[in-house]
């Protein structure tokens, strides 16, 4: 039985913040760290009647309709997010409440949940359903699964440069049309403190101790995923679609990923003449000496073609929408995906049978590897995708709307203003109930 995703839509928030023209210039700072340091060009931020429960919803309203899918065919329903607002009611029952507003049938039997561990949660979810489906107590039902996030961090901490606000809603299935997922897993799992909110809406950051941190987690990973028999040969793969808090991360990430996986194998015999072998531990008396000299290798492998033509086939089309949306937190990795396949069917690559390796992370701090093979419908399915349209239909904003729209997201101001765009066919947030729940509506 082959279990994976069958279908997919992504939801924009509909603001767009230009980083190097709009963001930079108001910061006095050149817009290079933009455009070739961080990897960004446009972050996605919601609108006053968005929020993290009607992206979810409208993303899950469109992939629901679109699949044919009805409530009865959905047995569970579960919202990864960090950017939760209730401590007790999950997000999930407000995204039911939003779906039972325009479906015929009611959720009523559908499990409901929330998933929380950072960015990684949404990979989270996807793998509990997984495992739902394999146990065979989804009586032939689906899973809705739903990565959503307001990545918004205090004004003025360097953090605010990575934001974005967007939804990815996924149906995991039986016979998927779009991935199915291997086997085996490979963690990188250690208590850290590199980036939390406890009890708080934005986010304690030391910025550069979680790129390290997300670097560590995922080798753990990738080697725990050799061990429990992943094949990790790059050459295995035809996307690697990574967790994305910024296409600057990536890269550096994917360069240490490279280098780890053509580490004994034909490929580091290959470079040898050009670059030496890798250095190994054993030939050093001193760590210190040991960590410069694969850093001056890295440096060299990352300029080789071999790895050039590897990154540019694997790596930099599953960045293409990402730069354009910011950080999605828990969606990041599932954008990423959806961008892969999406250039893949421009570029018209025949990826059906093909494998995947996903690459996700959430701080805290864990990462998470597994690898998804390509179903035949994947062009279908990605074909779907209007995620371009969203893009290019975004209100851009001026610094001063920027710094206003981010004033009513914030939830220690009461500022309210009139949104920017006017809502159609999708849900909106509509005020307060009288227990200080969320209140929503669809609007035609
Ligand atoms: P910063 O201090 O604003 O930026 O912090 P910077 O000065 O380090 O510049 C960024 C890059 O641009 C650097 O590249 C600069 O050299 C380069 P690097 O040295 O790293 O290769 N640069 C330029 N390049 C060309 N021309 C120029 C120029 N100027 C600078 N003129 C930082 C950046 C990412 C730390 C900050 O934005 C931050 O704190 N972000 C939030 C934390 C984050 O995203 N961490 C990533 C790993 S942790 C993660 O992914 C988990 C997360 O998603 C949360 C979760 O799991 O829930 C965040």
């Known amino acids: 039985m082959e279990v994976g995703i069958d279908g997919i839509e992504i939801w924009t928030g509909k603001l767009e913040l230009d980083l190097p023209g709009t963001f930079a210039s108001a910061k006095g700072e050149d817009p290079g760290k933009y455009t070739e340091g961080l990897g960004l060009y446009t972050s996605s931020l919601p609108d006053a009647y968005e929020d993290i429960v009607t992206m979810a919803a409208n993303a899950a309203h469109r992939l629901l309709r679109r699949k044919n899918v009805q409530p009865a065919d959905i047995g569970r329903i579960d919202v990864a997010t960090e950017s939760a607002f209730d401590n007790s009611k999950p997000v999930s029952t407000y995204v039911a409440g939003c779906l039972d507003q325009v479906f015929d049938g009611e959720f009523r039997h559908a499990n409901k949940g929330e998933r929380k561990f950072a960015c990684v949660s949404g990979t989270q979810a996807l793998d509990d359903a997984h495992n739902w489906i ?3 107590r ?4 689906a899973a809705l699964i739903i990565a959503t996030d307001t990545a918004l961090y205090a004004r003025d901490d360097p953090g605010e440069a990575t934001q974005g606000g967007g939804a990815v809603a996924m149906l995991v299935d039986e016979d998927p049309d779009l991935v199915s997922f291997g086997t085996p897993q490979g963690i990188g799992s250690v208590d850290e403190t590199d980036f939390l909110k406890p009890n708080q809406q934005f986010p304690s950051v030391d910025g550069k101790r979680s790129m390290q ?7 753990e990973a990738l080697q725990d995923f050799a061990r429990n028999g992943g094949n990790t040969h790059p050459e295995n793969f035809t996307l690697v679609p990574f967790h994305t808090p910024f296409p600057g991360m990536v890269r550096k990430a994917a360069a240490l990923g490279f280098r780890h996986c053509v580490r004994d194998t034909e490929v580091e015999e290959q470079l040898a003449d050009e670059i030496g072998r890798q250095p190994r531990p054993e030939a050093f008396d001193q760590q210190e000496t040991y960590f410069e000299a694969i850093k001056s290798y890295t440096e060299e492998l990352r300029h080789t073609s071999t790895y050039q033509e590897w990154y540019e086939r694997t790596v930099e089309p599953t960045l ?6 910011g950080n999605w937190y828990t969606g990041s990795v599932h954008v990423a995906r959806a961008a892969g396949l999406q250039e893949a069917l421009v570029a018209n690559r025949n990826l059906a049978g093909t494998s995947l390796l996903v690459a996700s992370y959430g701080s805290g701090a864990q990462a998470e590897i597994h690898a998804e093979t390509v179903q035949p419908g994947w062009r279908e399915e990605i ?14 904003l001026s610094f001063e709307e920027y710094e206003a729209i981010h004033d009513v997201h ?7 203003m009139e949104p920017f765009t006017t809502p159609h ?20």
């Open 425 to 444: 066919g999708e849900f909106v947030f509509d005020g307060w109930g009288r227990m200080g729940e969320r209140e929503y509506s669809y609007v035609e």
């Open 383 to 396: 074909r779907q995708l209007n995620i371009d349209e969203q893009l290019d239909s975004r209100y851009e």
């Open 410 to 416: 914030n939830h220690d101001e009461s500022t309210d």
């Open 213 to 219: 941190v997300y670097l560590a987690r995922m080798r």
């Open 134 to 136: 394999r146990a065979r």
């Open 138 to 141: 989804n009586r032939a039902r």
């Open 320 to 325: 293409c929408i990402s730069r354009e949306v």
